[in-house]
């Protein structure tokens, strides 16, 4: 079957950096996307990767590694309004979404 | 400003009855998906359209209808609620032509309580 595994919550303190891990299996493989929900609002998307490397955002890069079946979320200089759950989807063989449960991500001062 | 629109944005429903939860977007985007999302769950694919005039089952389809007669408007239809279908749902489309990553835009969900 198709899989997404990523944490269920972090704890990161302002300022510093978080990483966000997410390992997928799926049938076929046409790109990875990152997207924030911040509680009981609609997801938002933050980055697309399909091809092996770091894309990097403004305080937010991505990577990707297709033959380990791994990406994952790098969160720098963490602000407040960071605290959102982060979900990760891959794109499956059929163009079709595969999502992950999401990450909780709570920000200290 | 351009995006997608949902509604009603919660909704309170006694089991039995039925629902039609309403989306359009203006972004003329060829691809619309209606999904749910629950506590501790990822998001769940109900129904989808990769363009107007087709639909297609999700992951969790049993319930549910869809139809998409124009580009722009993709209504679910919750022909007898169970409480089972309460739940957040969103709307959202994408644009899957040849050089688009095929990036969701959501609508801003439809709290779906069944009683």
């Known amino acids: 079957g198709q899989n997404i595994d990523q944490p269920t919550e972090m704890t990161a303190t302002e300022g510093a950096i978080v990483q966000i891990n997410c390992t997928y299996q799926t049938s076929g493989f046409n790109g990875l996307f990152w997207y924030q929900q911040h509680a009981g609002e609609a997801p938002t998307f933050l980055s697309y990767n399909v091809l092996d490397g770091l894309e990097e955002k403004g305080r937010f890069s991505s990577f990707l590694s297709r033959s380990k079946g791994y990406s994952y979320l790098l969160l720098k200089e963490l602000q407040m309004k960071d605290s959102a759950s982060y979900l990760c989807a891959v794109m499956d063989s059929n163009y079709q979404l595969i999502w992950g449960a999401g990450t909780k991500l709570i920000i200290k001062p | 400003t351009a995006g997608i629109t949902q509604a009603p944005t919660s909704q309170i429903l006694a089991a039995g009855r039925s629902m039609t939860l309403r989306c359009t977007q203006d972004?003329?985007?060829?691809?619309m998906y209606w999904y749910r999302q629950d506590l501790g769950l990822g998001l769940r694919l109900i129904h989808y359209?990769?363009?107007?005039?087709?639909?297609g089952k999700g992951e969790v389809p049993d319930g549910y209808s869809v139809s998409r007669a124009n580009t722009d408007d993709f209504p679910l239809t919750l022909a007898s609620a169970v409480p089972s279908q309460t739940s957040v749902y969103f709307c959202a489309s994408s644009d899957t032509s040849g050089r688009a990553t095929g990036e969701l835009f959501f609508g801003e969900g439809s709290r779906l309580t069944v009683l």
């Open positions: 972004m003329r985007h060829n691809a």
């Open positions: 359209s990769n363009t107007a005039g087709t639909t």
